[in-house]
C-alpha cells in the first residue's frame, strides 16, 4: 500500500474544515437543550452520508457534480437561514431577560442536529469522491485522521466553547453555513 501523503493532507484538510462546522453546531445545540443526544444525532447525521461514501467509493464520482453542488448549497441556505432566526430569537431574549422556553423542542433540535451532520459529511464526500481514484486508502486515512482530531478538540474545548453566548454561537454558525451556501452556489 503507497501512501500519498498530498491526497492525504487534502482529505483531513476538507475533513477538519467540514467537520468542525459540524461540531460547532453540535455544541451550539447542545447548549439550547443541554442533552447530549444532539451530538450523536450529528454524528449519526454524518454516518449515513460518509459509510455509503466509503463502501461506493468511486461510483459516487459517477453523479452528476452541478447537481451535487446544486443540492448542497439550498440545504445549507435552509439550515442556515433557520439557524439566523433561532439566533434572532435568542439575542431578544437574552435583551429581554425572558429564560429559554420550550420552543426549541428536543426532536427539532435533534432533526437539525442530523440534518447538518449530513450536509457537512456531504461536503467531504463530494471531495473525497475527487480524492478515491488516485488513491482510496490514502484519503480514508487523511478523513480518519481529521475526524479524530475534531472529536478530540471538541471533547477538549467543550468547556472553553461553552463560555460563549448561545446567541453568539447560533449567529456565527449561521454565517458559516450562509458563507459555504453561497461559495456552493457559485
Known amino acids: 500500500m503507497v501512501i500519498n501523503i498530498g491526497i492525504v493532507f ?15 453546531v453540535g455544541l451550539a ?3 439550547t437543550s443541554k442533552r447530549a443526544s444532539v451530538f450523536a444525532a450529528v454524528a449519526l447525521g454524518s454516518g449515513v452520508v460518509l459509510l455509503p461514501t466509503s463502501i461506493v ?16 448549497s439550498l440545504l445549507l441556505l435552509y439550515f442556515g437561514i433557520r439557524l439566523a432566526r433561532s439566533a434572532r430569537r435568542s439575542f431578544i431574549r437574552e435583551k429581554l431577560g425572558i ?13 437539525a442536529g442530523f440534518s447538518v451532520g449530513a450536509v457537512e459529511a456531504f461536503e467531504v464526500a463530494i471531495v473525497l469522491v475527487a480524492l478515491i481514484p488516485v488513491s482510496l486508502q490514502s484519503a480514508f486515512l487523511g478523513m480518519a485522521i481529521g475526524m479524530a482530531v475534531v472529536i478530540a478538540a471538541t471533547l477538549i474545548l467543550h468547556s472553553q466553547v461553552r463560555k460563549v453566548k448561545q446567541a453568539i454561537m447560533k449567529m456565527a454558525v449561521s454565517a458559516l453555513l450562509l458563507s459555504f451556501s453561497l461559495f456552493w452556489a457559485s
Not at 474544515?17 to 461540531?23: D, G, K, P
Not at 461510483?59 to 443540492?71: E, F, G, K, M, N
Open 57 to 72: 467509493g468511486k461510483a459516487i464520482a459517477l453523479l452528476p457534480q452541478l447537481d451535487v453542488r446544486i443540492i448542497t
Open 29 to 31: 445545540l447542545y447548549q
Open 10 to 24: 487534502a482529505a483531513l484538510g476538507i475533513t477538519t474544515l467540514e467537520m468542525v462546522e459540524a461540531s460547532a
Open 99 to 111: 429564560t429559554r422556553s420550550e420552543e426549541d423542542s428536543h426532536s427539532s433540535l435533534i432533526f
